[in-house]
C-alpha cells in the first residue's frame, strides 16, 4: 500500500525503514544492503527526501549520513504508517486505502514533491 501511495517501491521502502528506525542515522551504502536496492538509486532517493524536508543530511568527511527529521510537520504520521506497514507486512495484513486515515496525508506529501 504505502508503495502504491508514494508512487515508488524504493521510496516506500526507504520511508519505512528511515522513520520505523528513526533514532539512527546511515550511510548511503549501509541502507541500499537494508532493504535490498542499488547504492546509486537508495541515493539519488535519500537526497530527493531531503530536498522535500523529510530526512536530515549530515557530511562527515566523503560520506553523508541521513536520518528522519524530527522536525518534519508529517515526521509523527510518517513514523506511525512505517510501523504500521511494516507490522501489515510482517503479518501479511493489509489495510484498504479508503479506510486509512493517513492517505490524504501521503497525498500531501506527494504534492510537495512537485
Not at 525503514?17 to 538509486?41: P, T
Not at 510537520?73 to 486515515?101: C, N, Y
Amino acid at each position: 500500500m504505502l508503495a502504491a501511495l508514494l508512487g515508488s517501491r524504493l521510496r516506500a521502502r526507504v520511508i519505512r525503514w528511515l522513520f520505523a528506525h528513526a533514532r539512527e542515522r546511515f550511510h548511503i551504502r549501509r541502507l541500499a544492503r537494508l532493504v535490498n536496492e542499488d547504492s546509486s538509486n537508495v541515493g539519488r532517493e535519500l537526497r530527493r527526501l531531503a530536498t522535500l524536508g523529510l530526512l536530515s543530511a549530515k557530511t562527515e568527511g566523503r560520506q553523508t549520513y541521513y536520518q528522519a527529521r524530527r522536525e518534519c510537520p508529517v515526521f509523527a504520521e510518517l513514523r506511525g504508517l512505517a510501523i504500521k506497514s511494516a507490522e501489515a507486512s510482517s503479518t501479511g495484513q493489509h489495510r484498504s486505502e479508503e479506510a486509512d486515515p493517513v492517505v490524504a496525508l501521503l497525498l500531501d506529501v506527494r504534492r510537495l514533491r512537485n
